[in-house]
């Protein structure tokens, strides 16, 4: 029903605010006098035209999702060819690839209407996070119900031009991305609850070496956080009717004036314990003016049954899953940012399994996937840069020793300190940097930082992709240049890759100075092999 852009960089990654300054953009398409508006406008819209408004495009892609009714449109759909149609909307066919039906009404498809929402996105987000070149690589998180629509998602976002390279993963992987837990060599098994504003679903992933499987998968629909919404909604019209003895349940404005700001309601009391309400105009022309408590939101969740679903959905995956040993737990979702939801789910989990499963929950439950996408777009953007084989006979330039440490007496942790540079990675050719002086320009998005200041080693890094015929090579960051770094190397040399798979690096201090051993994994295996080490 919404969705977040994130932009991941060597430095930092961070959620992308739109041109409204939100960190949300509802993903919403409204069509209103010859004109076609997009998220909040088309949100507002909703009140006065529901039925020339769509909301959660998403889900409308996927034909079995339609026939089921778990879309939620007032729009008329039709499934046309096994894909949906929305028709009694667009008046005027003011947008591209419109039809008209028998009746003599026009119709969209679903999938063309979602691509026309995320050419907005561009132009009022991505843009803005990523200057007018774009994105190099996009990574966008789906909920795994709409496994049977991906290539119809990935075909939108290539139409949108989101980026040079568009890639679709589903939202646990994501989630895994976000906390590094995609990288563990020892085999852990990750519990992820995700109850968003439509639906509930609790996923099991087992990653081994690396490699992430799926084991288990469960949705619920309706059970989310609109379903709250509109119970909300009854609890405070029924106090207005009380007040002023008007019948306010009956007029569906109203009501769809009421539900709109329960939205926004609901986001305040997951960090406050009160809430003012207030609609203007509500009901024939008198104003709603009245106060949300946490306690009432509460209330609301337990007289709707609504916190047996998780225990439910759980118990039907365990089913399933009988073989899971669960060491990981994360809370996806707007709902889980509510703090009774946050702590009933964790009662859950540990009356499931037990106290030592480590429950995730630091990045904001609605933000989470964004940045896990963006974690995992930055890491792919390190293969498009251009991993080339290394010229014959070029050599590193080696001048800069920039690395101190405090040597350990045992096996304690130690920090590292860097003089005046950050130390990374750059996965590309010798022969595509750009020579500046005694130092070399590389573009910025195949700088990954390995360790700066006040980092603590040993250390194992995420696991990335390398092409084959590609180097690895250790740089110091020492300036930059509009969207270029200025570096220098301090590989001795570089470490050739024979084959595409993946790697990562295992950084330790030996013998008063930083070594960095290069593991390598053959894609259809599991097993991590050493191919080099680097002496920094």
């Known amino acids: 029903d919404s969705l977040s852009v994130a932009r991941c960089t060597a430095d930092k990654r961070e959620i992308a605010a739109n041109a409204d300054g939100d960190r ?59 894909q949906a149609h929305l028709t009694t909307i667009d008046s ?44 190099k690589c996009a990574v966008v998180a789906v909920p795994r119900y709409m496994s049977s629509s991906l290539e119809t998602i990935k075909q939108c976002l290539r139409d949108a031009d989101i980026g040079e390279d568009v890639r679709v993963i589903f939202d646990d992987v994501a989630v895994l991305s976000a906390y590094g837990l995609n990288t563990s060599q020892e085999t852990k098994d990750t519990l992820v609850f995700d109850w968003g504003a439509n639906s509930f679903s609790a996923s099991i992933l087992r990653v081994t070496g690396g490699n992430t499987t799926l084991l288990g998968f469960k949705n619920e629909f309706g059970t989310g956080g609109h379903k709250l919404d509109t119970h909300l909604a009854a609890i405070l019209c029924k106090n207005f009717e009380k007040k002023t003895k008007l019948e306010a349940s009956t007029n569906a404005r109203a009501m769809r004036k009421l539900c709109a700001a329960m939205d ?61 040993n669960i060491t990981d737990c994360v809370f996806v979702g707007g709902m889980c940012r509510i703090p009774s939801v946050k702590s009933f789910l964790t009662s859950l989990v540990e009356n499931a399994f037990s106290e030592d499963v480590i429950i995730h ?12 996408a963006s974690t995992e777009a930055f ?48 996965l590309c050719a010798k022969s595509s940097l750009k020579a500046a002086g005694k130092n070399f320009v590389c573009p910025a998005a195949s700088f990954s930082t390995l360790f700066a200041t006040g ?26 240049e509009g969207d270029d770094h200025k570096i220098a190397m301090l590989s001795a040399k570089p470490i050739q890759i024979a084959e595409t798979g993946r790697a990562k690096l295992l950084i330790e201090v030996a013998n008063k100075a930083v070594k960095i051993t290069v593991f390598w994994q053959e894609v259809a295996q599991s097993v991590w092999t050493p191919i080099g080490t680097i002496n920094v």
């Open 379 to 426: 890491n792919s953007s390190l293969d498009i840069v251009g991993l080339r084989s290394l010229r014959n006979g070029e050599k590193p330039n080696a001048e800069l020793p920039l690395i101190t440490s405090r040597i350990p007496t045992s096996t304690e942790l130690v920090t590292v300190e860097t003089l005046a540079s950050d130390i990374g990675l750059v």
């Open 361 to 372: 929950d630091s990045i904001p439950c609605d933000e989470v996937c964004a940045l896990g």
């Open 264 to 324: 926004d309601m609901r986001k305040t009391l997951s960090v406050a314990q009160l809430c003012p309400v207030d609609v203007e105009a509500f009901c024939e022309g008198v104003d709603l003016k009245d106060k949300a408590t946490r306690a009432m939101l509460e209330g609301a969740m337990r007289e709707s049954g609504w916190l047996k679903t998780p225990a439910s959905v759980l118990e039907a995956l365990l089913a399933e899953v009988s073989d899971a």
């Open 24 to 82: 949300v953009t509802h993903t919403s398409v409204a069509f209103t006098g010859g004109e076609v508006l997009f998220a909040s406008s088309a949100k507002r819209a909703m009140i006065r035209q529901p039925t020339s408004v769509v909301t959660g495009l998403l889900p409308l892609l996927s034909a079995e999702l339609v026939k089921a009714n778990a879309v939620r449109n007032k729009c008329a759909i039709e499934i046309v060819d096994d």
């Open 92 to 135: 005027e066919g003011i947008l591209a690839n419109s039809k008209k039906t028998e009746h003599g009404e026009f119709c969209h498809p679903a999938s063309n209407m979602l691509g026309s929402f995320l050419k907005f996105v561009r132009i009022d987000t991505v843009t803005a996070a990523c200057g007018d070149s774009g994105a």
């Open 455 to 480: 980092s603590v080693v040993p250390m194992e890094t995420p696991a990335f992709h390398v092409a084959k015929d590609s180097a690895i090579v250790v740089a110091a960051k020492v300036g930059a």
